[in-house]
């Protein structure tokens, strides 16, 4: 099978593309910059304004767009919602464009999606939220469900743990110089995944017939912000003295709300689906990251 994946070189595309090469796959990586090559990877224009080609795609993974860290800004928040709702757009044109359609299409959704809940589990079938993430992502995901294809897979993926990008080294450094602390109160539910998870999660969906719709790309043990803090001070042998107030975070402006809010989701249908979590629980995955 021919796997076309955007975002190849971020930081979730470049380790399925090395899983995806690993299990026999050929991978046609779609890239702004095309020249550039991707080892092991048949290279791709991705266009910012006009659809690729998704010629010869069995299956497309679509993971391109802009990160949702940092403070959002007028701009940033363009630039988040663009990168979304109009690259996924985009990418759905590319396969209404051919005659002979990819069978799935998996594409890139958060669990941003979901409100503010509490200790409430959330499973996919929970309603949508409100606010600037969680409207992008309903409006990203009606995108995807444009898709032609058998299966549109919407992939919501919770806070990814990985060496190599994301939130977790800048975690990592904080809490290695002794000041990690928790963020607000710390009872606040915090939906994680390892990286190598949900790379073999992606392939899951790809190659498992039986599914399509919502997924939630989280381990099945989600954690309290004290508890993850907790855990990760232990792991770096060093004490969590300080803790973020919520005034203070509340600087960050809106992306305030997604460090404050409470959204204890679970992974109902890869669990459903018998998906082997190699990393279910936090301390193990905070070992093998460490």
Not at 57 to 74: F, I, K, N, Y
Not at 87 to 107: D, I, K, Q, W
Not at 186 to 191: H, T
Request: charged share 25%; proline share 7%; net charge positive.
């Amino acid at each position: 099978m021919n796997i076309g994946i955007t975002g190849a070189s971020g930081l979730i595309g470049r380790r399925l593309v090395d899983l995806a090469l690993r299990r026999g796959y050929d991978i046609t990586a779609f890239s702004r910059s095309p020249e550039k090559p991707i080892a092991g990877c048949t290279m791709r224009l991705f266009p910012k304004d006009a659809p690729p080609d998704c010629t010869g795609c069995e299956a497309v993974v679509h993971l391109a767009g802009e990160s949702v860290l940092g403070l959002w800004t007028r701009s940033k928040k363009e630039r988040i919602s663009r990168s979304r709702i109009e690259g996924t757009r985009r990418v759905v044109e590319g396969m209404l464009a051919l005659r002979n359609r990819p069978e799935v299409f998996v594409s890139g959704s958060a669990i941003g999606i979901y409100p503010d809940s509490g200790d409430a589990e959330l499973l996919e079938e929970a309603p949508a939220g409100r606010g600037f993430l969680a409207e992008t992502a309903v409006a990203w995901e009606r995108e995807a469900q444009r898709s032609p294809t058998p299966r549109t897979v919407l992939l919501r993926t919770g806070i990814v743990l990985a060496r190599e990008g994301g939130a977790f080294p800048l975690m990592r450094r904080f809490f290695r110089l002794g000041l990690g602390g928790r963020l607000g109160t710390g009872k606040q539910w915090m939906s994680w995944i390892h990286l190598d998870d949900l790379a073999r999660l992606i392939l899951f969906c790809v190659e498992n017939q039986s599914i399509a719709g919502p997924v939630n790309g989280t381990a099945p043990w989600p954690v309290r912000n004290e508890d993850f803090t907790r855990f990760l001070a232990s792991a770096v042998h060093r004490p969590a003295l300080f803790n973020a107030p919520a005034f203070a975070l509340r600087l960050l402006g809106e992306f305030s709300d997604e460090l404050l809010g409470s959204k204890r989701v679970l992974p109902g249908v890869a669990s459903a689906q018998g998906f082997p979590f190699e990393f279910p629980e936090l301390p193990a995955a905070l070992k093998h990251l460490l």
